[in-house]
């Protein structure tokens, strides 16, 4: 089970995710698959209404979902790297993936405190490609 803003998501043993709550966003509009993990992010900068969801499906492939009103913008959350990933984390306006190489990946929302900008180090890890290039959204 995981919460974020005014919705809730939960994964059943048979790989399908279940949620609950505010769907003005298109939260609780979970894509079609079977997942192995799902993860529950905040709302629209400032947290909105809505939040969102990211879900790794069997085989890999992360998808999100909600935050519909930003989904357009290069930064939207449900714009997701492609890679092979093994694990999902959603927080705030953004969310970040280990890649099966050991390779961490952020995306989302560029005003979210330097989130995205994963630091290089012995680790391996690295920040896409993308985040370099990101237009900062609108103000509200």
């Given at each position: 089970?995981?919460?974020?803003?005014d919705v809730a998501?939960?994964?059943n043993s048979d790989g399908k995710?279940?949620?609950?709550?505010?769907?003005s966003q298109g939260a609780t509009a979970v894509p079609p698959g079977t997942y192995t993990q799902v993860s529950a992010g905040g709302g629209a900068p400032p947290e909105g209404p809505g939040g969102f969801a990211?879900?790794?499906?069997?085989?890999?492939?992360?998808?999100c979902w909600g935050?519909?009103?930003?989904?357009?913008?290069?930064?939207?959350?449900?714009?997701?790297?492609s890679g092979h990933y093994t694990e999902v984390?959603?927080?705030?306006s953004y969310a970040c993936g280990l890649?099966?190489?050991?390779t961490i990946v952020?995306?989302?929302?560029?005003?979210?405190?330097?989130?995205?900008?994963?630091?290089?180090?012995?680790t391996g890890m690295s920040a896409p490609a993308e985040a370099a290039t990101m237009k900062a959204p609108p103000a509200p």
């Open positions: 089970v995981s919460a974020g803003n998501w939960g994964l995710i279940v949620c609950w709550g505010d769907n990211c879900g790794l499906k069997v085989g890999g492939k992360i998808v935050q519909k009103m930003y989904s357009h913008y290069k930064w939207a959350v449900t714009h997701v790297p984390s959603a927080g705030g890649k099966k190489t050991g952020c995306w989302g929302n560029y005003y979210s405190e330097g989130s995205i900008h994963v630091p290089k180090g012995r």
